[in-house]
Every structure is written in C-alpha cells, then in structure tokens.
C-alpha cells in the first residue's frame, strides 16, 4: 500500500515534471515549488482572506480577465483549473458584481473545446463595441500548442449576467507569423479605436530578444493586421506578458475610457517582466500619426521603470468604469506558501482589492488608492489624534488584528536628525530595507506598523519609513520585512522577501508620511504617501489565531514621530458567493 501509494506520488511528480518539459516549458508561468510538511488545517483555514477576492476553491492565476463594466454590472473573469489549487487545464472562470467587493460566482465562461484553444484558454482583455456590445479577445493554445488570439461574444445579450459565450468558428483571428515565436504571442489588451476609426489592440511579445507589446488593426474587430511597428519595444528586458494601454488625464482623478486621445491627456503603457515575474509601467504620449507610444523615460535598465506595487503583485489589468467615471486597476497576489500547502487549502492565489489609479499632480507617475467600495466594510472604528510616538512599542488595543484598514499619519515636525543617504544606494531599496531593518536605529526611523503580530512579537510584519538627507532634501524609504529578523512566520519554508521604494514625495514641503494598510489574513496591501507606492505581501503566521493578531505602532528611532491621524477598523467579511437573484442592478 505504501510503496505504491509512493510510485503513485512518483508518477505524478513525474507526470507534472514532463508535461512541463514537453509542452509547457518555454511558454507560461508554472510553478513547481518546494514541497513541505502538510501544514495543519486549522492554520491553513486562517489564511484564507475575508474581503479580497476568491473563487469558492481551486487554482486561481488570477490574471484578471476581460474586467468590465456594462449596463450595472460588474464582470470579472480570471484564469483557473476547475479541478485543482495548482496550474492546469485553464479555463476562464466567471464572477459578477454590483459594487467590486461582493461577488456572485458563475458558470465557467470559455472552455477550452475547439482546435483554437483546445490546450488552453489564456488571458485575454473585453471591449465594449459601439451599441453597448461587448466582445473578448483571448489567447488560445491551439491544437499545435502555439499562442493564437481569438474572439468570443455573448451567447445571449439580453441575459443582464453575459453568462454565456460563444466562440465563432472563424477563430483564431491572429497567428504567429513573420518571426513571431509561438510560445510568445499572447495576452491581447482592451481595444482602441484611432481617430480613423479603425480599432487597435496590442498584444505581448519578445521579439529577437526584445520585450514587445505588438500593435495589430482591423476596422471591424474581426479581421486583423499587424501593424508595420510594435506599439513599443524595449531591449532592456525578455517577454513582455499581459500589456495594458490607457489614457490618464493630465489633470484631475476621472479615468477615461480607453479610445481618449488628445492633448489633455497620457499614456500609459503596462508590461508583466516574466523575468522578474513583476508590473511595470512607462509614462509617454501615444502618437497616433505613427501609431507607436513614445516613453517619456526609456531608460534601457528596466529597474528604472516605475511600477505599481513593489511587492507581490503580476498581471495586473485596468479597465474603464464608465458608472464611476474611474480607471480600475486589478492584480493577481499569488501564494508564498508551498504547492503541498496550496493542495491542504484546496485554493491558491487571490486579487488585490481594486485601486482606482489617476496620474500624480506632478505628472511623473501615478498613484493608486483602493475603491471607496471596501469602506462599506469598516466596523468598529479605533481612533487617536496628536500622539506623540517615543521610541517604543505601543499597541493599538480593540482592533480586530487580522482583518483590519488602518490609515496613519507621521508628522515630522523637524528633519534635522536625518542620517545622511549614500548616492550609490539609490537602485537599492530592498537591500537597504534588509540592512537597515527595524532594528536599527536611525536619526529618523524606523517608525510604522506591526501587523499580524502573535502574543509575544515571535510573528510579526513590519512596514516602516525611514529618512535619509540627499545633499538638500529628504528621501523617503518605505520597507515591508517579512524575513526572519522581522519573522512573519516561523514556518522556515516559506518565501519570505523584504521590499522596499523610495517614495517620489516633497517631505519638507508635505511635512507627513501617510500609510494605509488593508490587513486581510495572509495579505498585506500597503498604500505609502498617500498612494504614490505600493507594496503587497503574503504572509502565513503559524500562531495565527483570529483572536490574538495584534496591532503596534513603532518608533525605533531617535527622534519622536507625531500621529497626527490614526484611523483603524475591523473589516467585515465580504459576500463572496451571492445568488443572482440577490444581486440589485442599478444602471
Ligand atoms: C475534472 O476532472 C474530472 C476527472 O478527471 C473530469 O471528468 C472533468 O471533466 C474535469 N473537469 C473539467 C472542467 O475539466
Ligand atoms: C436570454 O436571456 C434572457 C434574460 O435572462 C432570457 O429570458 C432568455 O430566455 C435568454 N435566451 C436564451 C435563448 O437563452
Ligand atoms: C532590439 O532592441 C535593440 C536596441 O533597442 C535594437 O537595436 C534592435 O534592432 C531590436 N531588435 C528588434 C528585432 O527589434
Ligand atoms: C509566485 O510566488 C512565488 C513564491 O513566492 C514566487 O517565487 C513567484 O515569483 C511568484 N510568481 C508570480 C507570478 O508572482
Ligand atoms: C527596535 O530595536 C531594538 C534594538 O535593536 C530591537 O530589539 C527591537 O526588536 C526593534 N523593534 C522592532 C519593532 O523591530
Ligand atoms: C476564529 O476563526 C475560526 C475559524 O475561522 C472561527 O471558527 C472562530 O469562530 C473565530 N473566532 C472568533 C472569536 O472570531
């Protein structure tokens, strides 16, 4: 029994093993991580998030799909294995909702059944086509295990839910050809239509080397043609997954809907590395004439491109909020843990809370904040004003610890203590923030957070600024520690990174570091002044029990802090399984 139980693991193993070598190797994200002891599962149930979003169970790579909002409804889709918490046999699984936060599972949307996509049906982006009709552009792994990009529409517009949709049989709308590579053609975005009329996609891609985001026209989102130049291209960096490409004001908040084009506004143009596995973004003007987006800043080290989240956080995609009049950024959170972990919990992988984004005041990036939706949440409100934070520990007693919004100000009323900053450390956040932990004394910082802290501190999270003076102004360091020293788990096993950015911020000017941190069982979302950097973990505490996950606020350095704003509230769970019919659309 047991020996064969063990060639039953053995051939699994291997079944995974050479299915990866064969087929799936050179194309997409598989992950095959260290396995570990079976975690118990009372622990593992208390990593699973109250508010952030998830399928009831099973593997999410939750490359947000085709996000979109249409006649009251929202609609998500996300790439899944309806039979398992680990990569495979992807489908595009279906959730929808009135409000972003409280979601209603559906029927899965795309299986993949036809020659086009019978391997798979990978990300892809909708559109909404003049008279409110709406259409998904997918890539398929074709019968020859080559990437191609299809169309599907909706089975029945009338059903207000698009639960159904159809794949015309004249798929796939775009092959690899002229030196694309087939294992690297994927991911179409949302559709723009040029003053021409005409529409656009992009599409990812690496081309002799280079990460490209392809351009492709058709004048009837049916037949297609690649346009002579890419949208852009970068030698600084491999394959460019999951493209996005969008229009921000120049001026104010409002988001635009993705054809905007005129002097009032910028681009953005988003590309997932798949070497490192992270977002980033360039800034820049899409110059229609020429149909190719020009960065403001090409830097040819993509380390200086900006990114949206500066810890966990991949494929990531916007979409115009027409209700609203906003732009939506999801993202996909995948595990820390271990595969045998994500097999205990019968779930891997979740999305962040959806940021609305608008371009900073200073237009050299932008800033993200999460949806006055999860407001609806907050119970139970713990506040203080004008606090004087001494070097210490002081808990924050009240506070349910484990699913928790937290918002602080750090007044500095003085900058003259402000340790000196080495020019050379400026590409280096994450190792300062390793270096310089929050137990070493600074002139000004360590200050921040304690989250998901046990009894005794042996667990605990840390996310703390620190000051540095450049010549003279200040540089603000932002870190969130979940190694050893700071100890989020006492589980070895687990991946447990530190992170850190340098906040774009006029201190002396602002004269306050803002912090917001959405605590959510084995997530952290944290905003830094005032959204301008964001930095997501996963953690998994061992001593995690939902009744003793404590909150601190620190200071370990040597000049005191004032609080001038502390706001925290427990969140309540959000409805993730709602029945249609309880679903209430306003249009
Ligand atoms: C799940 O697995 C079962 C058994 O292997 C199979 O019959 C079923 O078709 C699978 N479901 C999907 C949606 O692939
Ligand atoms: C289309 O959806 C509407 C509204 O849900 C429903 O009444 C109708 O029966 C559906 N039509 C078909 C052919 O399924
Ligand atoms: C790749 O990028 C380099 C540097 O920008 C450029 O010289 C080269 O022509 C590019 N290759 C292709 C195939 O576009
Ligand atoms: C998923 O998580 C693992 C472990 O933390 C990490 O090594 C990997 O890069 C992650 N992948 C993505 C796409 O975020
Ligand atoms: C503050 O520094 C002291 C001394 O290095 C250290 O023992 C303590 O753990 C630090 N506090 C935090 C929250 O890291
Ligand atoms: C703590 O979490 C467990 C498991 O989710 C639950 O059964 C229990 O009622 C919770 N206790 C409190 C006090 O919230």
Redo the contacts with the bound molecule.
Sequence with gaps: MASSCRSCLVWVLCFFLCRCLVFVEPSRRVFLYPQSQEISSIVSKQYRTAYHFQPPKNWINADPNGPMYHNGVYHLFYQYNPNSSVWGNIHWAHSVSTDLINWAPLDLAIHPTKPFDINGCWTGSATILPGHQPVILYTGMNRDNQQVQNIAVPGNLSDPFLREWTKPDYNPLMTPSDGIHPDMFRDPTTGWRGADGHWRVALGAEISGNGTALLYKSEDFVRWQRADSPLHSSSASGMWECPDFFPVPIEGREGLDTSVNSKDVRHVLKMSLMEPQSDYYMLGTYDETRDIFVPDNAADDYRMWLRYDYGKFYASKTFFDAKKKRRILWGWLNESDTESDDIAKGWAGIQIIPRKIWLDSRGRQLVQWPIEEVESLRRNEVHLHGFELTTG?HEIKGVKGSQADVEVDFELPSLDRADPFDPTRAMDAPKLCSQE?????GGIG?FGL?VLASEN?EE?T?IFFRVYREQNTAKVLMCSDQRRQ?RSSLRPELDKPVYGVFLDMDLEKERKISLRTLIDHSVIENFGGKGRACITARVYPELFLNTSSHL?L?N?GSSSVMISRFQSWGMAKAHLNIKLKDLVIEN
Excluded: K
């Excluded at 932990?437 to 004394?441: E, H, N, Y």
């Design positions: 520990l932990d929050a137990s070493v004394r360590p304690l501190l605990h840390a700071s601190y620190f370990n």
